[in-house]
């Protein structure tokens, strides 16, 4: 969500159980102004707020260029000190799903994930369980990594790609109609696309590639892996990911006003497809 809209934001997602409060509200927003200025961002924003143990994760990024490509991100655990966030490692997204233990809070600890399954290390083949370590801050950054790449959404329209290829905000973008808000292939993923750059151009009469060069979520698998809900008589839509519980989308219909947000555990519900295979 934008550091503009903040306070409104997070009046939003409080009725739906994801709760800061006034204070800890007033004092993010006035350490991610200053987070911005510092860094002198074009503009910054509130990631979402990961669960811990001991602590909570507050996670924000900004960018000075490219709104898609650009992105840095920041944690903290107290809403006023920001620490930057490491790059994700291939390592890290790959032992992220099979962590079962929580969040502690705190960026050094290392914690234990045993494997039971064959694989092959310095040429011999391990036939029982091994124990791999992974710090919390690379597991931290591996799991916004991948809620990233599955939840983050924008409504159409909302973003740009210029001709040179940088992505930016669409000054001139008014909001979904009340029609197009309730369809699900009106909003996109908010990452670089994975499918090739005419595939989204050719399921839409009225393409336009300077709009359409993201992946729509209605291709998603399984069907059914997102909901949307129409709220304050049909001028607020919620979209919400079922594969990561806390992740919501908001969108004021015919209004510039959209943004995302995450409150949960940073835990992945792997087995949806069977959950909605008996739905």
Same mark, same amino acid.
């Given at each position: ?87 994700? *490692? ?7 799903? #099979?962590?079962?233990? $929580?969040?502690?809070?705190? @960026?050094?600890? %290392? =914690? ?114 997102? *909901? ?7 001028? #607020?839509?919620?979209? $919400?990911?079922?594969?990561? @519980?806390?992740? %919501? =989308? ?30």
């Amino acid at each position: 969500m934008n550091l503009d809209s903040i306070l409104n934001a997070l009046e939003i997602v409080g009725h739906h159980g994801n709760i800061i409060s006034t204070e800890e509200s007033i004092v993010l927003s006035n350490s991610l102004l200053l987070l911005q200025n510092e860094n002198h961002f074009r503009k910054v924003y509130f990631w979402g707020r990961i669960f811990g143990a001991d602590k909570d994760y507050y996670i924000a990024y900004g960018y000075v260029k490219d709104a898609l490509l650009g992105k840095i991100y920041y944690y903290s655990t107290n809403c006023v000190d920001w620490g930057l966030l490491p790059q994700p *490692t291939d390592y890290a997204k790959t032992l992220v799903p #099979l962590c079962t233990t $929580k969040f502690i809070g705190d @960026p050094a600890t %290392v =914690i234990d994930i045993l494997i039971d399954k064959e694989e092959t290390s310095l040429g011999k083949v391990l036939t029982g369980p091994i124990v791999r370590k992974l710090k919390e801050e690379d597991r931290l950054s591996a799991t916004i990594y991948l809620i990233n790449e599955d939840a983050c959404v924008v409504p159409r329209g909302a973003l740009f790609k210029r001709s040179d290829g940088v992505v930016v905000e669409n000054l001139n973008f008014d909001g979904l109609s009340a029609l197009e808000s309730q369809e699900i292939r009106c909003f996109l993923h908010f990452r670089s696309p994975h499918q090739k750059w005419n595939t989204n151009l050719l399921t839409r009469v009225d393409y336009n590639y300077a709009f359409d060069f993201l992946d729509t979520i209605d291709t998603d698998i399984p069907k059914g892996c997102w *909901t949307i809900q129409q709220c304050a008589g049909g001028i #607020l839509t919620l979209v $919400k990911s079922l594969y990561w @519980p806390g992740m %919501v =989308i908001y969108h004021y219909v015919e209004t510039p006003r959209y943004g995302f947000v995450y409150f949960g555990h940073g835990k992945k519900i792997l087995d949806l497809p069977f959950m909605l295979n008996v739905l």
